[in-house]
């Protein structure tokens, strides 16, 4: 899941779109303008199903916006960022477009909105939705192959600790 937002105040900076994927390849958009009651009401329940695990890259700052503003309350079942945090502890290599690249082999999918963005302070509602729709799909594609590749990781790195651990106590 992820969301867009016009800017990262959660109080004033309006939510634009909601991604979800739910297998690699297989993504859906919701436009804010297509958040009506009765969609967010769904969107309540959704979220509330323990039968299915919702994968984010910095949830908790998603999750901060759609409690302001959409009253929906979220669960993380997996969080990509801290996941990477967990395998490697570097500063600056955690973003999504990084592991995108890094673990992915993604190109710059972003780069097709820099025209639109010429500043960081540029809206992004000023990019094209059909160009934002299309961002955001790749963003949570990426998002949910990332939760496969770095959750194998971090069984491989238990494993590895474990007999390392295993072997000191010996």
Same mark, same amino acid.
């Given at each position: 899941?992820?969301?867009e /937002?016009?800017g990262?105040?959660y109080?004033?900076d ?8 739910w *297998?690699p ?12 009651p009765a ?5 309540r $329940?959704?979220? %509330? %199903? *323990? @039968?299915?695990e ?7 700052f998603?999750? !901060? ?5 959409w009253?929906? $309350?979220v669960r993380? =079942?997996?969080?990509? #960022?801290?996941? @990477?945090?967990?395998l490697? &502890? !570097? !500063?600056?290599?955690? @973003?999504?477009?990084?592991? +995108?690249r #890094?673990?992915?082999?993604?190109d710059?999918?972003?780069?097709d909105l820099?025209?639109?963005?010429? *500043? /960081?302070?540029?809206p992004?509602?000023?990019?094209? &939705? ?6 955001? +799909?790749l963003?949570?594609?990426?998002t949910?192959r990332? !939760? =496969?590749i770095?959750?194998?990781? %971090? &069984? $491989? $790195?238990e &494993?590895?600790?474990?007999?390392? #651990? ?5």
């Amino acid at each position: 899941c992820d969301i867009e /937002t016009d800017g990262f105040n959660y109080e004033t900076d309006p939510i634009l779109e909601l991604g979800f994927c739910w *297998t690699p390849g297989k993504a859906a958009v919701l436009p804010a303008a297509t958040a009506t009651p009765a969609v967010l009401q769904h969107l309540r $329940s959704l979220f %509330q %199903q *323990t @039968s299915k695990e919702f994968v984010w890259h910095n949830g908790k700052f998603d999750a !901060r916006f759609l409690k302001k503003q959409w009253n929906v $309350s979220v669960r993380i =079942d997996y969080d990509t #960022m801290l996941a @990477s945090y967990t395998l490697d &502890e !570097r !500063r600056g290599v955690h @973003s999504l477009k990084y592991l +995108a690249r #890094m673990k992915c082999g993604a190109d710059w999918y972003d780069k097709d909105l820099r025209k639109w963005l010429p *500043t /960081t302070k540029t809206p992004f509602s000023k990019v094209p &939705e059909d160009v934002r729709w299309g961002y955001l +799909a790749l963003d949570v594609h990426y998002t949910r192959r990332l !939760r =496969d590749i770095l959750r194998k990781a %971090q &069984e $491989s $790195s238990e &494993e590895v600790a474990d007999r390392l #651990m295993s072997d000191l106590l010996l």
